[in-house]
Structure formats: structure tokens, C-alpha cells
């Protein structure tokens, strides 16, 4: 080591206590202390800010780092208080402070003792602020989370774009720009804006070893997977990612009855409630954070456990930034997401209302994720090949550390598509993104390839013994491989490269995987499988079905008045042996558990410890009663015989959901008297006609009762009376 690098090493563990660097830290130090412009593109959680705050402490002037967040600022700036006894060693300037607060900033500045002052941009567009930093020696200025100048980058903020202007004003100062972002497009803009073609750049792997990742299909199940998946990591910390403040408030609250430690994280909270709850989670008070991607940013908990989106997010960026706050501490990181298509929908929708360039650019952006989410190849090498960096699926380190990789798919040969599929590429003459050349392949003829007459050539068509997933799937892989390349800067244009020409002459084995199917017909199969004999005891099941007929038969009721199907295939699942866990099944409530619950938790619980049966506690999935401020609405109208249509319309419902509301309530147990709306439909012989039919029936399915009725009742009287029958003799 020279002096000068002993020097370094000894300033580090006087101030962090560390005695090595990490990674690249100690180049990029070296750079800064050099005066030169440097870029540093480093993954979250590699050690950026460390870049900064040493050189900064030990040069002469002050060190501005611009931030775009307050919460991540005020965080820096406490854990360099930390470090010294000097309150003032580092300041944070922006609109919160008070004009007292301001003065003590520029006086510590100007006396030499802040070493470090954070702003945010817009604060530097003052011009008193500006005037006053002219006066001052600056050591350098740091730009943090750099990609924010550029459009490409997930988090563009246009009032990044005038920075170079503003430290121009400062006179000849060096620029650090910090980013975990990695596309090469980005960079490109960041330096680009930044005047900085000279920088000496730094970029550190972004492979993250330890972490897992994982994509489920997201069913109608997935609280209960949600829950389950938290209670097999009991005790540790994480995260839960969803796209609105009104889905993260559900599932905190879902979490909370179920008996999980968890806070709502939003833009919407208040500050002093969103600082409430991101100290809870950092002194792990509580176990889980649900937030929209506003949290996050200002954390630095090393030990995150798991990162979960229950939410497909709207980038690989922000997917990698913040499956990134997991495992810091190098040790294990679950990152589970939850796709299906209809959510990629949904933020197609949001975007339909931007300005042309910015939705395709966000549509550009969304298809990487879907790719991402449906690719069965390594998910840690396309993660990386979209930074543009290369990983060994076979030796590289964390290669078995993701789904795809440990429950392979089946693979085929697919050499001569592959040739097939660059020919079109090249023929093509690269003017087509990735649905146009599968289109082209399978014979599909859309605007677009009208346009350009390619639907009259000799090779349209030409792929069509495969189907637009297989070429989609192939495509992908293709990609990663190198022989075709994707042009961001047009939005997706698909290029053949040096490698692909050579492959169209010489072609090799091309092992392909098919992509995942994500299909509604999965979540529906997924959702009956748990529901009927699946995953129901059968033997339970058929003891409770005999149970039920003797029940029914001694108070002279049909059997669905006592249980209906779906509550007894619930208690074959679920296995309750108490009154209050019987609330919690299906279609159960309290009035109907309390009324005939008593005989099938004893049977329960017999059978339980005959069999010797391991209960699942986690799949009672208690619900957070949402909607019971609307049901005690609807009870208490009844009551007051107010008529149906207004309730609903008060309620903003349909009538068919507030029929779905009282069918509900009367099938938990609770009485309703709704015989003053049916009086007024239909008269005393047809009530008791309807009436007979269900006492004498042996289902309660509206379907047989109108093929029964053969159109004399319409769906709703008979829905109607079905619930004035529940609930009068079952209740």
C-alpha cells in the first residue's frame, strides 16, 4: 500500500469502523480524491453511499449530495451525525426547514464545519441558495440515484435535467453521478446530461448471490399464500410490495387478524404515521411492512428476509431495486412476486392517458417484466443479461438460486427454428419489436405488417407449425443467448447480430425451454382444487355429510339449510375444533355456528386426535370483515323495512350484489326479515309454493329450482325467497 492508500484504509475505520472496502469502493474514492468526474453504477446495497461520505469527510469544502428523497436524506444525514460530535457535520437543506434552521446551516457551512449538505433538486433552483454556495469552497457534487435524469430511468423527475446548469454556476467543481440502475441506455443519457463523457466509470456486478427468486401465479388465493408463506419464515422481517395505497391497506389488515405483526406504508399516510411505521419495522417492533413502492428508498434494514409483489411492478428496474432491499446482510433473501396477465393490463390501462413517447416507453418497460415473469430459463441470467452483463447459468455463483433453475422445464431441440426465426429477423430488414416478427412467423397479419407489405412475401407464414408462445418463449431465450439484440432507444426493435449471422451459416444445438403458461384456466383449477376433494379430507368429509344428514333430519329441515357443500368441503380442509374457529369457515358465521356448530367440532376434534392429524392453522384465513359495515347497514334497513332498491342504491351497489350481500348474512346464521319486499312481488300462494320447493328439495341450487319453476319465477324472486326460507328455517 502507498501512503496515500494507508491513509484511506485508516480514515475508514476512524469514521465506519470498517477495516476493508467493499467491492470497487476504494477506485471510486481514489477517483473522487483525484478531482476527476466520476460514474458509478453500483446495485443496491453495494456500499454507493460510502463512495461519497468518506471522500467527503476528509477533503476540505463542503461535499452537495443531490437526493430525490427526503426520508433517505434525513437517514444519511442522521447516520453521519452518528459518526461525529459535531451535530453540524452534515445538513440537509430543503423546504422543510424554518428560516432559524436555514441560518444555522449556512453558518456551519460557512465556518467550515458541514462536511456533507443534502439537497433536493428543486432546492438548488433557488437562486438565494444558489448565490450563497457560490461563496463557499465545494469539494464536489454527488448526484444519487442518477437515473432519475433520464426518461429511460424507472423514476424519471424533470427537475433532474437543469443539474449541469446549476453546478456550472459553482464553478469548476468535480460530478460523482450514483445509480443502481445498469440498461446502457440509461447510463448513455446520465452522462450525457450531465456533461460528463469524460468520467471514469465504475460498474460492479449486479448479481446478487444469496438472493431467490420465485413467481407464482396469482390466484384468488393468494392471501392465504401470503400467509403462508410468512408463517414458514416466523420471525423474520420483510416486505410486501402492492401498486395501490387501498391494496395495502387490505392486506395489513388481512395480516393483522391473521395474527401477523404488519404496518400500511403509503403516500397517503401522514408523515408522522409513515415515520411511525418505518421505525417500527427498522427496531422490528413488526414483522412485515405492506407498501406501495414509495417505501423503501430510505431503508437500510440489512436483514429483510423476503420481498414479496403481490403486484407485478411496472419495470425490471424497480422489480430489482426493490427485490434489492432484501439480504443485504448477505444472507438469505426470498424474493416471491405474484404475476398474471390481467395485472399487466391494468398498468397498460394507467399508462393509455400519457403522452404517446412516455407510453411506449412504458410499454417497452412492461414487456421485460412479462418476459421476465414468463421465461423459463434462468431468472438470475435474464435479470442480469437486461443490465447488460453476463452470467454463467452453470458455474456462476447463486446459479441455483431461483425457481426455473430447480424445477426445470422440459427442454427441445430447436435448432432449425432458431435459423428460421434470425432469417426473418435479417429479412425483415429490422424494422419489427418482438410481435411483429412472431406475427410474421405464425402468419398474422396486423397493421403494422400491412403496412409494410411483408404479409405478400415468401416467408410469411412461414413458422406456423408452432404456435405465437413458442416463438414468443424462443425469441426470448434467443435474446439472452446474443444473437439478437433489442434496441431500446426504438422502443423494442429486434436486431440480428454479428453472432446470429454466424449461426444461420453454421448452426448448433439450441436447447429451448417453453415458457410458463399463466392462464386464467390455472387460477380457476388451482382454486377448485383447494376447495373440492384436492385437498379436502374425503374421509372427514364423508363423516360430516352423514352428520349433517342427522342433524337435518331431526330438526325436519333439507340438509343445505344446516351446512351448505362449500362449508362442509372448508371444515375437510381446514379441520376446526372450536366454536370460534368455526366462525372463520366458509360461508359460517357466528349465529349458524352457535345454532349447529356444537356436534361437528366435537366430531372435529375426535377425529383430529384419532388421526393423529397435524392442523393446518395457517390456512384459516380469517377475513377482515370489510364488508361488515355494509352488512350491519343492510341488517339494520331491513329491519326498518326500508325497501331493497334503496338500500342499494345508498350502498352503490347492484342489485345483484346486495343480493349476494343478504345471501351472505343468512347463510352465516343471521335472521332477515325481508318478507315486506316480497309481499309486494309476488302473493302468499306463490311464496309458499317456492317455500315447498326448497323444504322438500335436496339442493338449494337457483339453477334447478328454475329449471324446476320452468320460467314462471325469474332468477331474483327465486334468489329472494331463498333467502327469506334460509333464513326462516334455518336460523
Not at 485508516?10 to 476504494?26: A, I, P, V
Not at 446482510?329 to 399508462?351: I, N, P, Q, R, W
Not at 432449425?416 to 429477423?425: H, Y
Amino acid at each position: 500500500m502507498n501512503s496515500n492508500e494507508i491513509e484511506i484504509h485508516k480514515e475508514l475505520k476512524k469514521y465506519f469502523g470498517f477495516s476493508q472496502f467493499k467491492g470497487l469502493q476504494e477506485q471510486v474514492i481514489t477517483s473522487i480524491l483525484d478531482k476527476k468526474n466520476t460514474f458509478v453504477i453500483m446495485p443496491t446495497g453495494g456500499g454507493k453511499s460510502l463512495c461519497y461520505q468518506l471522500p467527503a469527510l476528509i477533503q476540505e469544502g463542503t461535499a452537495i449530495v443531490v437526493s430525490p428523497l427526503i426520508a433517505l436524506m434525513k437517514n444519511q444525514v442522521d447516520a453521519i451525525r452518528s459518526l461525529s460530535s459535531e451535530n453540524g457535520i452534515a445538513h440537509v437543506l430543503n423546504s422543510s426547514l424554518t428560516k432559524t434552521e436555514i441560518a444555522q446551516v449556512k453558518k456551519d457551512i460557512s465556518s467550515g464545519l458541514t462536511k456533507l449538505l443534502y439537497v433536493a433538486p428543486e432546492s438548488l433552483t433557488k437562486e438565494e441558495y444558489v448565490a450563497f454556495l457560490q461563496s463557499v469552497p465545494i469539494s464536489f457534487v454527488a448526484i444519487d440515484e442518477a437515473h432519475c435524469i433520464s426518461e429511460w430511468g424507472h423514476d424519471f423527475r424533470p427537475e433532474y435535467r437543469n443539474l449541469r446548469n446549476i453546478i456550472k454556476q459553482l464553478g469548476k467543481v468535480p460530478i460523482i453521478g450514483l445509480t443502481a440502475t445498469a440498461t446502457p441506455k440509461v447510463q448513455e443519457d446520465i452522462l450525457k446530461n450531465l456533461d460528463m463523457s469524460d468520467a471514469s466509470t465504475f460498474k460492479a456486478s449486479f448479481n446478487r448471490p444469496n438472493l431467490y427468486y420465485e413467481v407464482r401465479t396469482k390466484t384468488k388465493n393468494i392471501e392465504s399464500d401470503i400467509i403462508r408463506f410468512i408463517k414458514q419464515h416466523k420471525g423474520k422481517s420483510g416486505i410486501i410490495y402492492c401498486l395501490s395505497r387501498k391494496k395495502v391497506e387490505s392486506i395489513a389488515e388481512v395480516l393483522q387478524v391473521n395474527g401477523i405483526s404488519a404496518v400500511p406504508y403509503h403516500a397517503g399516510l401522514d408523515a408522522k404515521t409513515r415515520a411511525k411505521h418505518q421505525d417500527m419495522f427498522l427496531m422490528e417492533d413488526v414483522e412485515v411492512v405492506v407498501a406501495t413502492i414509495a417505501f423503501g428508498m430510505g431503508i437500510d434494514k440489512p436483514d429483510v428476509r423476503f420481498v414479496i409483489h403481490h403486484d407485478i411492478p411496472k419495470s425490471l428496474e424497480s422489480y430489482y431495486q426493490e427485490t434489492g432491499r432484501a439480504g443485504r446482510d448477505g444472507g438469505e433473501g426470498h424474493c416471491l412476486a405474484y404475476y398474471s396477465y390481467k395485472d399487466v393490463e391494468k398498468l397498460e390501462k394507467f399508462m393509455s392517458g400519457k403522452p404517446v413517447a412516455e407510453q411506449e416507453i412504458g410499454f417497452a418497460l412492461l414487456q421485460e417484466v412479462v418476459a421476465y415473469a414468463e421465461t423459463s430459463m434462468s431468472r438470475r441470467k435474464f435479470l442480469l443479461h437486461y443490465f447488460g452483463e453476463e452470467f454463467d447459468s452453470e458455474t456462476g455463483e447463486g446459479a441455483d438460486m431461483d425457481d426455473n433453475v430447480r424445477n426445470p422445464k422440459h427442454k427441445v431441440e430447436a435448432k432449425d427454428q432458431v435459423v428460421k426465426l434470425l432469417e426473418i429477423v435479417r429479412d425483415t430488414k429490422h424494422i419489427y419489436k418482438s410481435k411483429e416478427i412472431v406475427f410474421t412467423l405464425i402468419g398474422r397479419i396486423n397493421a403494422v405488417i400491412k403496412a409494410h407489405k411483408t404479409d405478400t412475401q415468401s416467408y410469411f407464414g412461414s413458422g406456423s407449425s408452432h404456435d405465437e408462445k413458442y416463438w414468443m418463449a424462443l425469441l426470448r431465450q434467443v435474446l439472452v443467448t446474443g444473437y439478437l439484440s433489442k434496441d431500446i432507444e426504438t422502443y423494442g426493435v429486434i436486431k440480428i447480430t454479428e453472432e446470429g449471422l454466424d449461426f444461420i451459416k453454421n448452426p448448433v444445438s439450441f436447447m429451448m425451454s417453453e415458457d410458463h403458461e399463466y392462464s386464467e384456466a390455472d387460477d380457476e383449477a388451482i382454486v377448485a382444487s383447494s376447495k373440492s376433494s384436492g385437498t379436502a379430507d374425503e374421509v372427514l368429509m364423508g363423516m360430516l355429510r352423514e352428520l349433517r344428514k342427522k342433524v337435518a333430519k331431526k330438526l325436519g329441515v333439507p340438509p343445505f339449510v344446516v351446512f351448505q357443500d362449500p362449508s362442509l368441503e372448508d371444515m375437510a380442509l381446514k379441520y376446526p375444533i372450536s366454536l370460534t374457529e368455526l366462525y372463520n369457515i366458509h360461508g359460517v358465521g357466528e349465529g349458524k355456528a352457535k345454532k349447529y356448530g356444537g356436534e361437528f367440532v366435537t366430531l372435529i376434534s375426535r377425529y383430529v386426535e384419532d388421526n393423529d392429524i397435524i392442523r393446518p392453522d395457517d390456512l384459516v384465513v380469517k377475513s377482515t370483515g370489510v364488508n361488515s359495515a355494509n352488512k350491519l347497514y343492510i341488517i339494520q334497513n331491513i329491519d326498518r323495512k326500508l325497501p331493497l332498491s334503496d338500500i342499494a342504491s345508498a350502498k352503490g351497489l347492484t342489485m345483484d350484489t346486495l343480493i349476494k350481500e343478504m345471501e351472505q348474512i343468512v347463510y352465516s346464521g343471521t335472521k332477515l326479515n325481508i318478507k315486506y319486499w316480497l309481499d309486494d312481488i309476488l302473493d302468499d300462494d306463490q311464496q309458499e309454493e317456492i317455500h315447498d320447493y326448497f323444504m322438500e328439495s335436496e339442493s338449494d341450487k337457483i339453477e334447478d329450482a328454475l329449471k324446476e319453476f320452468d320460467g314462471d319465477y325469474d332468477i331474483d324472486e327465486l334468489r329472494l325467497m331463498r333467502i327469506k326460507f334460509i333464513s326462516e328455517v334455518a336460523n
